[in-house]
């Protein structure tokens, strides 16, 4: 039979289809594994199945596209779900104070109660049961719950509360050697780095999202007095509040917080808090505060316009201008004066204040960091002390007691360590209110956190206790001048 070249090249094909898993058979087979084998009967080929690859986290973003279950895995174990709550009393009903109720019904009710409750995720940080969440999940909360991912529930109490960055860190009441989460360093990222989102959104249990890095140092989000964020697109949705924003190695990056929506849900725009800063909210929790403590430049920082990039002989409008200089702060000291504009800090570029302020924010007490300046278009770098803002005077707070219209507030008086903890505007005069007890007085002539009281009846306030002696006794009328967002108001009302 005439064989045609076709049929030719079609059996070598199929011969070379036959070759070719014996070979990748043997080449999956090592030496050593050879020397050992069993000798094969002539004729006989055996199958062999290579075994099936460990896997590991991706080190690459051909294997990223696989999946991002050896992250997952790696992860999981140490995000957890917040449980928060508090018992508030509600008011008796009026009737039963009403004679003819009373004479039927029997002596006046109890008064109501309801429960107010708050759910948001968290990330085990040290093996001793340390948790960061937010703290707008656990704020005005007094009994606090913990879960696993594993299913183990935890009693957890509240060690430091943080607002200033919208951070707080629990502590397990029981239980050791938790799983736990490395820290990353949120300075490293770029934009389009992948990162998953981790956390217990709307309730229904830990569910992971998978996003890019949109944007680095985001500012004006307005959800705390530190405005530098990770933006990310990975879906983040009520319930996502506290937990990690976690990288490709496992790392958590950053702390889920807030996201831009008009339904309540996710639309792509997400922020967290930089590592990097919770860094130094974790380490004063170990060291035992309750608060954090962190440097002050004894300046006032501006953004610049264009107009004022002009007037400075600037090509662009970045970087934060010293509009005012402490004489006896750390800026002086280190030789800064009004004008000069900040353009980095320890290397890293500061392209407007809210980065000056983080950037100092994470830095420990008691170094130095290096600021690069422009002066009169000239680049020079000054050094300067990071030093707490000092508590003079002290603060001396004081709750106000009686039937005065500010009955019910916890007043402070204004010292460098207060403006920089209560973000006080305009003034340094006067008293600033810190807290207003719900139901008071104070509560119902509005008073709010941060309202600097200037003046009562004509009688300048400067100390605490000024304003405790004139609201001791009755009035017939309060005439009240205070300060709120930069603005003073004065306002009378019957005593």
Not at 45 to 66: D, I, K, Y
Not at 158 to 175: N, Q
Request: glycine share 12%; with cysteine; net charge neutral.
């Amino acid at each position: 039979m005439k064989i045609s070249a076709r049929h030719i090249f079609m059996a070598a094909a199929l011969a070379c289809a036959l070759a070719a898993p014996l070979a990748f058979a043997r080449a999956e087979v090592s030496p050593e594994a050879a020397q050992t084998a069993s000798p094969r009967p002539p004729g006989r080929v055996e199958s062999f199945t290579p075994p099936a690859p460990e896997r590991a986290v991706p080190t690459s973003r051909g294997e990223l596209m696989n999946s991002f279950a050896p992250v997952v895995k790696k992860a999981q174990p140490a995000v957890v779900n917040v449980f928060a709550s508090r018992v508030e009393r509600m008011p008796a009903n009026p009737l039963f104070d009403d004679p003819i109720f009373r004479r039927f019904f029997g002596e006046g009710g109890m008064p109501g109660r309801n429960m107010a409750q708050s759910l948001g995720s968290g990330v085990i940080v040290d093996q001793s049961g340390l948790v960061v969440t937010n703290n707008h999940v656990i704020e005005g909360m007094t009994d606090v719950k913990v879960a696993l991912a594993d299913k183990r529930e935890f009693a957890a109490k509240i060690l430091l509360r943080d607002p200033r960055t919208d951070l707080a860190v629990l502590k397990l009441v029981d239980g050791a050697n938790f799983p736990t989460m490395e820290l990353g360093d949120s300075d490293a990222l770029e934009v389009g780095d992948l990162t998953l989102a981790i956390g217990n959104p709307f309730g229904v249990g830990q569910t992971v999202t998978q996003g890019i890095i949109s944007a680095l140092s985001r500012t004006h989000v307005g959800i705390s007095d530190y405005g530098f964020f990770i933006q990310t697109d990975a879906a983040i949705n009520p319930g996502n509040s506290g937990g990690p924003l976690v990288d490709m190695n496992g790392r958590v990056v950053g702390i889920n917080s807030a996201i831009f929506s008009k339904s309540g849900g996710s639309v792509g725009i997400g922020f967290a808090i930089p590592v990097n800063m919770v860094k130094s909210v974790i380490a004063a929790a170990k060291g035992g505060g309750k608060q954090v403590r962190r440097a002050w430049m004894g300046a006032t920082l501006q953004a610049l316009s264009q107009e004022i990039a002009d007037g400075l002989g600037l090509d662009r409008p970045t970087g934060a201008l010293l509009a005012d200089v402490d004489p006896k702060g750390p800026s002086a000291e280190a030789g800064l004066k009004r004008g000069d504009v900040i353009i980095s800090v320890d290397g890293q570029t500061a392209d407007d204040p809210e980065a000056v302020g983080y950037r100092l924010a994470t830095k420990p007490i008691g170094g130095q960091a290096t600021l690069g300046v422009l002066r009169s278009g000239k680049k020079i770098v000054a050094q300067i002390r990071l030093a707490p803002a000092p508590e003079t005077p002290p603060r001396d707070a004081i709750r106000i007691k009686g039937a005065s219209p500010f009955a019910g507030a916890t007043v402070m008086n204004i010292s460098p360590a207060v403006i920089e903890e209560m973000s006080v505007q305009g003034t340094t005069n006067g008293v600033v209110v810190s807290e207003v007890d719900d139901g008071s007085y104070a509560q119902q002539l509005n008073l709010q956190r941060g309202d600097i009281i200037l003046a009562v009846n004509d009688q300048k306030i400067g100390t605490t206790r000024d304003l405790e002696s004139v609201t001791a006794g009755r009035a017939y009328y309060w005439k009240i001048t205070l300060a709120r967002g930069g603005q003073v108001f004065t306002t009378v009302i019957g005593g």
